[in-house]
Nanobody
Framework: QLQLMESGGGLVQPGGSLRLSCRAS????????IGWFRQAPGKEREGISC????????LYAGSVKGRFTVSRDNAKNTVYLQMISLKPDDTAVYYC????????????????????WGQGTQVTVSS
């Protein structure tokens, strides 16, 4: 069974950068689209980015577009989320999730589409 583990979270000052990793085990990542989600205290979970498993096409929510970049390295069974120009509003627990999707289908940031979830990693943006 596919298992996901996020890493790379931490405390960073406003304007800083972090790179999150989502490492998969138990199954090749090639078969999965990967989504990134976050949940801040008292708020609903938000889909912020995804990367397809076919051509690697990516989507971004408006709140992170231009600041976050998703990429994948199937050889390492890992997906990355590079985050720059971080703001206090980016503070949240970040999760990756996997969708066993056909390779021709564009990924989605709808969380209902995803079957496998990681445990999350905390990102705190504060001075």
């Amino acid at each position: 069974q596919l298992q996901l583990m996020e890493s790379g979270g931490g405390l960073v000052q406003p304007g800083g950068s972090l790179r999150l990793s989502c490492r998969a085990s138990g199954f090749p990542l090639d078969y999965y689209a990967i989504g990134w989600f976050r949940q801040a205290p008292g708020k609903e979970r938000e889909g912020i980015s995804c990367i397809s498993n076919g051509d690697g096409a990516a989507l971004y929510a408006g709140s992170v577009k231009g600041r976050f970049t998703v990429s994948r390295d199937n050889a390492k069974n890992t997906v990355y989320l590079q985050m720059i120009s971080l703001k206090p509003d980016d503070t949240a627990v970040y999760y990756c999730a996997a969708d066993r999707a056909p390779s021709f289908r564009l990924c989605t940031v709808r969380d209902a589409q995803y079957e496998n979830w990681g445990q999350g990693t905390q990102v705190t943006v504060s001075s």
